[in-house]
Nanobody, 117 residues
Framework: QVRLVESGGGLVQAGGSLRLSCAASGTIFSINAMGWYRQAPGKLRELVAAITSGGSTNYLDSVKGRFTISRDNAKNTVYLQMNSLKPEDTAVYYC???????????WGQGTQVTVSS
C-alpha cells in the first residue's frame, strides 16, 4: 500500500519561508504527476503547484514567483519551497500523487501552514 507522508509545515511571519516535503512509501512502480493543494477555512481546495514526472511545472497565479515545486524521482519525494509568504497563504497543504499506470490519485494527511501578519 502506498502512502504519502508530508512534513515541513508550521508558523511563520509574513515574508518568511517554509519548505514542505512529501515522500511516497510502499510498493511503488511508478508515480506520474505530483502536486500540492491547499485548503483554507471556508474555502475550496485549490491546486497550488504541480510537476510531471518529466519536470514540467504549473502554478497557481497568486504563488508564481514565490513558490517552487520540485521532485526527486529516486526518492519518490516532492518538495514545495515557499518564499515571501503572505497571511493569505495560510491553509492546510495537501500532497497529491498519481500512482501507477492507472494514475490512481493519492493524498497525504495534510500539513498546516500559518502565516502571521
Amino acid at each position: 500500500q502506498v502512502r504519502l507522508v508530508e512534513s515541513g509545515g508550521g508558523l511563520v511571519q509574513a515574508g518568511g519561508s517554509l519548505r514542505l516535503s512529501c515522500a511516497a512509501s510502499g510498493t511503488i512502480f511508478s508515480i506520474n504527476a505530483m502536486g500540492w493543494y491547499r485548503q483554507a477555512p471556508g474555502k475550496l481546495r485549490e491546486l497550488v503547484a504541480a510537476i510531471t514526472s518529466g519536470g514540467s511545472t504549473n502554478y497557481l497565479d497568486s504563488v508564481k514567483g514565490r513558490f517552487t515545486i520540485s521532485r526527486d524521482n529516486a526518492k519518490n519525494t516532492v518538495y514545495l519551497q515557499m518564499n515571501s509568504l503572505k497571511p493569505e497563504d495560510t491553509a492546510v497543504y495537501y500532497c497529491n500523487a498519481e500512482v501507477g499506470i492507472n494514475r490512481v490519485p493519492l493524498w497525504g494527511q495534510g500539513t498546516q501552514v500559518t502565516v502571521s501578519s
